[in-house]
């Protein structure tokens, strides 16, 4: 059985294929570089249907994110990174 798209489904489906403009990408990044609204906007947008290359993108940034994160974690527990002294004597008094 043929299946029949509409003209609406057609313009969907051509917005979700278009590439993001060099513009677009250095915005994101921007928006993506605030730290609560850039996470919040980056798990919007890499589960969103809108905009294939925009969802790409921001699962890339969000991969990074985590990446960088765990890397900072580990890197503070194993004391490369000096926590000032103030902080990690109220870590030590737990």
Known sequence: MA?????????????????LSTAAYFWYLVLYC????GLIFSIIF?????NEARRH???AVLI?????????CL??????IA???GVSSMLALG
């Not at 605030?34 to 609204?37: A, F, G, N, T, Y």
């Not at 890499?46 to 809108?50: A, C, E, G, R």
């Not at 890197?75 to 490369?80: K, M, Q, R, S």
Request: charged content about 30%; aromatic content about 6%.
């Open 34 to 37: 605030i730290p609560v609204v």
């Open 64 to 72: 990074l994110k985590i990446i960088c994160d765990v890397v900072i």
């Open 46 to 50: 890499s589960v969103s249907k809108k």
């Open 83 to 85: 926590i000032p002294a």
């Open 57 to 59: 993108f921001s699962r």
């Open 3 to 19: 299946k029949h798209f509409s003209e609406q489904d057609n313009k969907i489906q051509e917005e979700a294929s278009e590439g």
């Open 75 to 80: 890197l503070v527990v194993f004391d490369v």
